[in-house]
């Protein structure tokens, strides 16, 4: 069995927001100060569309009996039930089971409150409510005899930790043809939130995985948004990717190079991907001609604003990124290991501040090359 993985500040801990509080904010930004847009937690949310595969939920209390007392409470919402995190040094977290879909992240910062750093938004609709944004998983593991699976229903693990130091949740999710499993682990320390995913490769075929975890970061407006430290990355310019939890804008791109008629799900990226094949010869010379075609050239700026539509897929970006939001005077450092692209897309500017399209999503990814598990390996990202 091999194992690929790669760490920061603690093992395996791969996909991470770290908040970089801003003591002196005009040596960077603007003197303006706005009041920032609270995400769903503000509210009750009715009962959610947020899952679509059977589930039997657990009771609040049998939760609270089994996984209670290391800093997490627990709350119904319909046949869904919300995962609260909560530091002593005020950094606060929820997810939502069976979905696996983190729906808000609040950390301290530089002023002594804490600030929502995921947007969320929360559409009525008949029967309940609609939930994008967020942190989401888009996977698909497929095997080499042609069997796909995505998991899309988490079960509760375990809950490790204490609210002084960390919490970590647990989830599992395996697929009725055992091709994969997955574990899920969610993971609130003070300032940082890292998400860990863990796939086995149950049988002795190969597995490919392609995907991306998708992450909605709420800013005052794209206009006032920049990214540090991509310059000189290649990239592509895509269509942007969608999925259950993914918001886009109506009418995105078209006033841009995007077909917005042409956006990936996971069926388009297995289209796009298929003969992955390893018996079928031309494959990798095929993929390499489609990505040289596709190539935009290089990332020529370091302090890029984030104002335009933009839908892109980085390939030699760095391991780890800023994003600075000049309107809410905060910056997020963005990390990623085991994944080897990033996805990056911005709504564009043409929308009211601090209103439902007013973030950034930002995606560790395996899309234009995916991630080939050997029979019965093991792979950390």
């Given amino acids: 069995m091999t194992t690929a993985s790669s760490s920061f500040f603690s093992p395996c801990f791969s996909h991470l927001w770290y908040t970089k509080p801003i003591k002196h904010p005009i040596s960077l930004l603007p003197c303006h100060l706005s009041t ?7 509210r009750e949310l009715p009962v959610a569309a947020v899952a679509s595969v059977p589930y039997i939920p657990a009771s609040v209390d049998y939760l609270e009996t089994e996984f209670g007392g290391h800093g997490v409470a627990f709350e119904g919402l319909g046949d ?18 069976p979905s696996g879909l983190i ?5 301290p910062m530089w002023h002594g409150g804490t600030l929502e750093l995921l947007h ?4 009525e609709e008949q029967g309940g409510a609609l939930i994008q944004g967020g942190v989401s998983l888009a996977l698909d593991c497929e095997s080499d005899g042609g069997i796909s699976w995505s998991p899309s229903s988490w079960i509760l693990q375990d809950v490790r930790g204490n609210a002084e130091e960390l919490i970590q949740v647990e989830m599992i999710s395996s697929d ?9 682990i969610v ?12 796939i086995s490769n149950s049988k002795s075929l190969p597995l490919q995985l392609t995907g991306s975890v998708i992450s909605h970061l709420t800013v005052s407006n794209p206009d006032a948004t920049y990214a540090i430290g991509l310059e000189g990355s ?7 990717f969608f999925s259950n939890f993914c918001l886009i804008p109506p009418g995105f791109g078209q006033k841009n190079e995007v077909d917005s008629s042409q956006f990936w799900g996971l069926p388009e990226i297995k289209r796009f991907l298929s003969g ?22 290089e990332e020529e700026d370091n302090y890029k604003k984030l104002s335009s539509e933009m839908s892109r897929i980085y390939t030699s970006a760095p391991r780890n990124f800023t994003v600075i939001d000049r309107g809410r005077r905060n910056s997020v450092v963005v990390r990623r290991d085991g994944f080897k692209e990033l996805y990056m897309f911005s709504p564009g500017c043409n929308h009211e501040y601090y209103s439902k399209y007013t973030y950034i999503c930002v995606g560790q990814s395996a899309v234009l090359e995916p991630i080939i598990l050997g029979p019965e390996d093991v792979w950390k990202g």
Avoid: H
């Fill in 176 to 184: 009725p043809e055992s091709i994969a499993e997955v574990k899920y």
């Fill in 80 to 97: 869904s039930y919300v995962v609260k995190m909560g530091l002593e040094n005020g950094s606060l977290a929820s997810l939502m089971l």
């Fill in 120 to 123: 969320t938004t929360v559409t």
């Fill in 103 to 107: 729906t808000s992240y609040k950390a």
């Fill in 276 to 297: 992955w094949n390893a018996k079928k010869e031309n494959d990798a010379d095929q993929l390499e001609r489609m990505k040289e075609e596709d190539m935009e050239g």
């Fill in 187 to 198: 993971t609130l320390q003070p300032d940082v939130l890292s998400l860990e995913i863990v």
């Fill in 234 to 240: 290649n990239f592509f310019s895509r269509a942007p």
């Fill in 36 to 42: 920032p847009f609270q995400c769903s937690n503000k």
